[in-house]
């Protein structure tokens, strides 16, 4: 199984960017799939998941209204649309996979995932 994020890169405030996960090995469809974040020196945070046919998104606080998560399962893959960046979004962005809820996702991720994704690069530059 792996989940492959990509479309990071450097963009400056203000800028947009799109990120993908697209996955080999597992059906994403049966998963609550999810955006993570690790800024340097900081812990891992939550961004946003979404269900299962995408019935039902969850995003962090900070990045209600500018980020939208989606999936296409038809194509194995989700993603990140990322608008009105700031400086504050840099950081690794990953992408997980589970089998419970959003609502788990977004509040007991760090007890365990089902999948992890390796992280893509996004540096916003102010």
């Known amino acids: 199984v792996q989940l492959q994020a990509s479309g990071g890169g450097l963009v400056q405030a203000g800028g947009s960017l799109r990120l993908s996960c697209a996955a080999s090995g597992v059906t994403l469809s049966s998963y609550v799939m999810g955006w993570f974040r690790q800024a340097p020196g900081m812990e891992r945070d939550f961004v946003a998941a979404?269900?299962?046919?995408?019935?039902?998104?969850r995003y962090a606080d900070s990045v209600k209204g500018r980020f939208t998560i989606s999936r296409d399962d038809a194509k194995n893959t989700v993603y990140l649309q990322m608008n009105s960046l700031k400086a504050e979004d840099t950081a690794v962005y990953y992408c997980?996979?589970?089998?419970?809820?959003?609502?788990?996702?977004?509040?007991?991720?760090?007890?365990?995932?089902?999948?992890w994704g390796e992280g893509t690069q996004v540096t916003v530059s102010s």
């Open positions: 997980g996979a589970d089998h419970r809820s959003v609502q788990h996702m977004a509040t007991y991720w760090a007890e365990g995932m089902d999948y």
């Open positions: 979404i269900t299962h046919k995408g019935i039902v998104s």
